[in-house]
């Protein structure tokens, strides 16, 4: 805590590289490209201070900076920003991939490099923001101006179909987050339009200093969920994403999957539920239901694409599921394990983008029917691939598995029958990796293209080994991850606990407690 | 006394000699000259905005026998309506060089335009309202007939004239019937006698309805805004840049002061109907607008839902909704003159390359211009960190508060079909290559180019810093009370 406004640094430092590399004139493209790298370097870096100095004791805000940024005499406007156990890990995730998403471009993206770069830094700006608001207002003007660059990432650096799916992108996108702005301003003036601050609309609601009428918060709700529901996606909410990945260039993939996606179940554990904690009971079982559908549909789909990267875009519509179903369960091992999955899916799901990208680069196509054999000729990518593979289906010793585990731990506690559905997901998941490298990466060397192909090179190795080496540090030891979240995981338990609800079946026996999910997972 | 009236009037009268002073340079100023006469208009809009320094903020005043009434509210609209003219002006004169229609009449019209939206800001009577409403529309007639060779800017002008005329008609009915039902046509004497009256003359209420329509008409709410493509679209570029913003607020100002000023007793009569005009000029605008391929056509149709959303203040009501709608007449109107500043320093000779296809590529060609015009559509959509975003903010706020949350969630569904046409146009911007017919860059006139950086400026400082501004909408809308 010893660098001042450290979180305004972290969220604009980016912007602020994005600025300057305005000025750079055009023809210096690998200039733009180192400064954009450094520029991410060093925001990572910054942001390992925050989990350095995190207070794992504590479950509220922490790093706060505050001042008053739109005041009026009817309107209160602040620049708050904060982190606690649930965006400290989400903001480091984004400053962790977007250096490696700028890596991954240095040679795929040859056209419009500069602006290429100002988007994803632009973009990083926005995702931290996201994570760090703490003003309602505040957050929604980063939810909304993130789309920006990610709709030009898509359209303007995209497949075949890219305009499609870029707009698709931000129609879908925009209907959700137009409805939560008419859910936040309503808010406002239930609270007798005073303050946009989330921590003290918090507060109020928690001390019944604010009440909503049954209707209204479910409606208020519904609002919310929408926007965090289309982005997660969850089921039936889910088809732009498709489209949206499988049509954005590598770099944009990785930030879609990696850090896109938890802006929704992060919006859900921030917003949806320490707001709305009584709608949030009363919704959760349909909300499960959905959530399980969801990573059944997905991995059915998911086996069924000829297209590596339609495959895993698929498959995050299943994972994210499973992120969805550990929230709604209420119990500490499921948001414990909701938390830790995001990171997991972030970078399980990321590296299997940046490897699908690196195939592309090599071969120009995605098909898994034009592949066979690449082990032979690329053994180390091979090999990167499947380290990756089985983190995402969560081989025991691999990230995957914790949070895997945490999940269906959590969700059996509250129905055993979710635990159920949700472990055959799991095992279609195992079914269309492993079947997708095996066609991918066994067997006969396919066709003379694949059998001209290179191995991967030294950048790219650089590119996978710090993710590889975080998988098998969560696998292993994910101790600091679990402590640090931990706390503040519980204060929203609380929140929903003293919601109650009609039946009283949500107060759940919170043995064993947090320390014990730690022991678990070693 | 009467000295004090004259300088309270100063800005009028600045306005209009200088009008005039342009008609007799008019003829003894060389062919190639003419753009000075642009640059005398301006200067008259400046001292005429100069001369209202000293009104900001003054106890409110009613001169001319009542009639002028000079508050915050006129003269943050008499602000508003200069900038709006001195901007057209720069825009027209490169322009106006091109296309041959180098006038002097043409500065002297603008400004004489300026002066009757003034006077519909500052009335408080009905007789005056209807002089500068006749007085505004009859210089936009012309003006929009101002390329007489051209049979698109004819027929702008003859639709604009004979369905104007028309709409007049309708008010001036209206006004007759009021002063039937009330005896008077002053603000707030219709507004004393209805405190007493038991119950409201049904005369009075058929008078209301006629004038609503009659201002439907000149702000351009569906179902009268039929003219509004084709004049659009005929007129000259610059003209259509001041028609979709000076009317506008001019016909809003005036109708925000008539429904309060002396009408607040009916409020529960108009409300509903308003409600209603809103939500068919939002949704009838904004889908339509999504068929549109010429570009003037379609900030056309975006200006008619623009209109709707500025209602939603309106029917929101005060302090915050007509805080919120002030507001957003000002975010509008930068963005808008944005948009067309970009779309007229992309016309060609005879007006043309108005299609979206012109547009294709267009970032590569001139980035500068893209990026400008991206700016201003994304401000219209009403996304964060721009002037329009935080307009749209405060006017759906203004109604949640009021409890108009269907109006409020149409609305929001309304910005999201906005998204697309407005992104469509940076679709072929950014994502598409140049077409064979595809714009070559030209050099950009300076004045032009200016407009372009200080709007840009203005539709990011109204989104990242809007208090100032809000603040004085705030001590504006106050006036109304």
């Avoid at chain 1, 988007?119 to 995702?127: F, H, N, Q, R, S």
Wanted: hydrophobic share 55%; net charge positive.
């Amino acid at each position: 805590m010893d660098i001042p406004h450290i979180l305004s640094i972290i969220t604009y430092l980016p912007a602020l590289v994005a600025l300057l590399l305005l000025f750079v004139p055009r023809g210096f493209d690998r200039a733009v490209k180192l400064i954009a790298f450094f520029g991410s370097l060093v925001t990572f870096i910054l942001s390992l201070h925050l989990f350095y100095h995190f207070d794992a004791t504590r479950g509220d805000m922490q790093f706060e900076t505050s001042c008053t940024w739109i005041q009026t005499a009817t309107y209160g406007i602040r620049h708050h920003l904060g982190i606690d156990g649930i965006s400290l890990f989400l903001v480091i995730l984004t400053t962790f991939l977007t250096p490696l998403a700028i890596l991954c471009s240095w040679q795929s993206i040859t056209k419009k490099v500069k602006p290429f770069m100002i988007c994803l830094l632009a973009l990083e700006t926005g995702m931290i923001g996201v994570f760090c608001a703490l003003d309602l207002v505040l957050f929604y003007i980063f939810w909304e101006v993130m789309l920006l660059p990610m709709y030009f990432l898509i359209g303007i650096w995209g497949g075949e179909r890219r305009i499609y799916a870029a707009v698709k992108f931000i129609l879908y996108t925009m209907v959700g987050s137009l409805l939560m702005l008419v859910g936040i301003l309503y808010l406002f003036h239930a609270n007798g339009g005073t303050s946009f601050d989330l921590v003290e609309i918090t507060r109020q609601i928690g001390t019944g200093a604010l009440q909503l009428k049954g209707q209204e918060e479910i409606w208020l709700f519904l609002a919310f969920l929408i926007a965090f529901a289309i982005k997660v996606p969850m089921f039936p909410f889910h088809t732009w994403l498709p489209d949206a990945h499988v049509e954005a260039p590598t770099a944009g993939s990785v930030i879609l999957a990696g850090v896109l996606l938890k802006m929704g179940t992060y919006g859900l554990l921030r917003f949806c539920l320490p707001l709305f904690p009584t709608a949030a009971v009363r919704m959760a079982n349909v909300l499960c239901i959905l959530a399980i559908i969801g990573i059944i549909y997905g991995a059915l789909v998911a086996m069924v694409q000829p297209d590596v990267k339609k495959l895993v875009a698929y498959s995050s519509v299943s994972h994210m599921g499973l992120v969805v179903l550990g929230i709604f369960v209420f119990t500490t091992q499921g948001m414990q394990g909701s938390m830790l999955q995001m990171l997991n899916h972030g970078l399980s799901t990321g590296a299997l983008f940046l490897l699908v990208g690196m195939i592309y680069d090599r071969r120009h196509t995605r098909m898994i029917s034009e592949f066979g054999g690449l082990a032979h000729v690329s053994p180390v990518l091979a090999a990167a691939f499947l380290v990756v593979t089985l983190s995402s289906i969560g081989l025991p010793g691999l990230n995957g598995f914790v949070g895997e585990v945490l999940v269906l731990v959590g969700s059996f506690v509250r129905n055993k029958a979710y635990a159920a559905f949700a472990a055959s997901g799991m095992i279609l998941g195992a079914v269309y990796m492993l079947w997708m490298y095996q066609r991918v990466f066994l067997g006969k060397i396919g066709s003379a293209a694949n059998a001209e192909m290179k191995d991967i090179r030294m950048r790219e190795k650089l590119i996978l080994l710090p993710i590889i080496l975080v998988m098998l540090w969560i696998g292993v030891y994910s101790e600091p991850f679990l402590r640090r979240m931990g706390p503040s995981l519980l204060l929203i338990q609380h929140r929903i606990e003293n919601a109650g609800s009609p039946e009283g079946g949500y107060r759940v026996d919170r043995s064993p407690a947090p320390a014990m999910d730690g022991e678990r997972a070693k | 006394m009467m000295t004090n009236e004259l300088m309270l009037l100063a800005p009028q009268i600045i306005l209009v000699i200088t009008g005039m002073v342009l008609m007799l340079l008019e003829p003894f100023t060389a062919p190639a000259q003419k753009s000075r006469l642009a640059r005398v208009a301006v200067l008259g809009t400046v001292v005429a905005a100069f001369s209202l320094m000293p009104q900001w903020n003054i106890h409110p005043r009613m001169i001319l026998k009542g009639m002028f009434i000079v508050d915050n509210f006129s003269v943050f609209f008499q602000w508003l309506f200069l900038i709006i003219g001195a901007v057209t002006a720069y825009l027209s004169m490169k322009f106006n060089e091109r296309e041959s229609i180098d006038r002097g009449e043409y500065y002297a019209l603008l400004l004489f335009a300026c002066s009757g939206a003034s006077l519909m800001a500052a009335s408080a009577d009905l007789i005056l309202t209807f002089l500068g409403i006749e007085i505004l529309s009859i210089s936009t007639y012309i003006l929009a007939g101002f390329k007489r060779d051209d049979a698109r800017s004819n027929e702008s002008s003859l639709k604009y004239f004979l369905l104007g005329s028309f709409a007049t008609a309708i008010l001036l009915y209206g006004i007759a019937l009021i002063y039937g039902g009330t005896g008077s046509t002053s603000y707030g004497v219709i507004y004393q006698l209805a405190l007493y009256q038991r119950s409201i003359p049904t005369v009075t209420l058929i008078g209301l309805g006629l004038l609503l329509v009659g201002f439907g008409f000149k702000v351009a709410l569906v179902p009268f805004h039929s003219w509004v493509p084709d004049v659009y679209e005929g007129a000259p570029t610059p003209v259509t840049a001041f028609m979709a913003v000076g009317p506008k607020a001019a016909g809003f100002a005036a109708l925000m002061r008539i429904l309060l000023q002396a009408f607040p007793l009916l409020s529960h009569d108009w409300v509903n109907v308003l409600w209603l005009l809103a939500i068919l000029t939002m949704t009838l605008g904004n889908v339509v607008a999504v068929l549109q391929t010429n570009i003037k056509r379609m900030l056309a149709y975006s200006a008619i839902a623009h209109a709707g959303y500025i209602l939603v203040g309106i029917v929101a009501g005060p302090d915050a909704g007509y805080q919120a709608v002030l507001f957003y007449l000002v975010a509008y109107t930068v963005m808008n003159l944005l948009a067309f500043s970009v779309v007229l320093s992309l016309s060609r000779q005879g007006d043309m390359h108005v299609h979206l296809s012109d547009y294709a590529g267009l970032a590569r060609k001139s980035p500068f211009a893209a990026a400008v015009l991206s700016l201003a559509l994304i401000s219209l959509a009403g996304i964060p960190l721009t002037g329009g975003f935080m307009g749209k903010f405060y006017l759906f706020s203004a109604a949640i508060q009021r409890g108009y949350i269907a109006l409020a969630i149409i609305g929001v569904l309304n910005s999201v079909v906005s998204v697309f046409y407005y992104f469509r146009i940076m679709v072929y911007m950014y994502m598409k290559e140049p077409g064979e017919q595809a714009l070559e860059p030209e050099t950009v006139s300076w004045p032009v180019q200016a407009i372009m950086v200080l709007g840009a400026i203005g539709v990011l400082f109204l989104g990242v810093w809007p208090a100032p501004i809000l603040e004085l909408a705030a001590r504006s809308s106050f006036a109304l009370k």
